[in-house]
């Protein structure tokens, strides 16, 4: 069997139905991020190649954080059910201690890189967090990495795509936008560690 002939159907297809591309990417994430499996980083890598940086970032970013949230919520629910009298005590030790920087603290734990993600999901179901803060965690953690893996994909397709390779094809405005973003983030990291020492 011919994978690569496979490949390269499946890709001229996606081309060719762009839009239901999208929409089926859409779901799929979501419903990746819902069961809190492994291996995002390949699949961003990949819709990064297929779609670009810009709605592959847009729809990868609302498909997770959306599928994280139903997850978050089903496991408040059955944890809060049936467990609560076996981890309140512990969890109300760590609410006490982040109490004034909860947002911040969410937000550097979902940018450590390591954690899976069904562990990070659980462990912030545990909490006593709103939605609102749960949803801007998720995405302003999630963006660096996810973007720097859609970045990825997309200079593959970039490099396999062009004969001569110049320093205009590298130098390109997805490259400062990813740059842009990278900084924002260590800008941010920096005020919330100052706001954490205060």
Known sequence: MNYLFIIDNFLNWMEINYTLSLLLFFIFILFYSLFSLPGLLILYVFFGYVFGIFWSYIICLISFTLGCYCFFLISKYIL???????????TSKIQYIVKDTDLEYLIIFRLIPGPPLLIQNVLLSLLDISSMKFILATSIGVTPIMLFSIFIGHKLNNIINLNNITLKSIFTWDLFLILFFIISFIIIWIIFKKKLSN
């Open 80 to 90: 809060n059910s049936f467990f609560k009298k076996f981890y309140e005590k512990h």
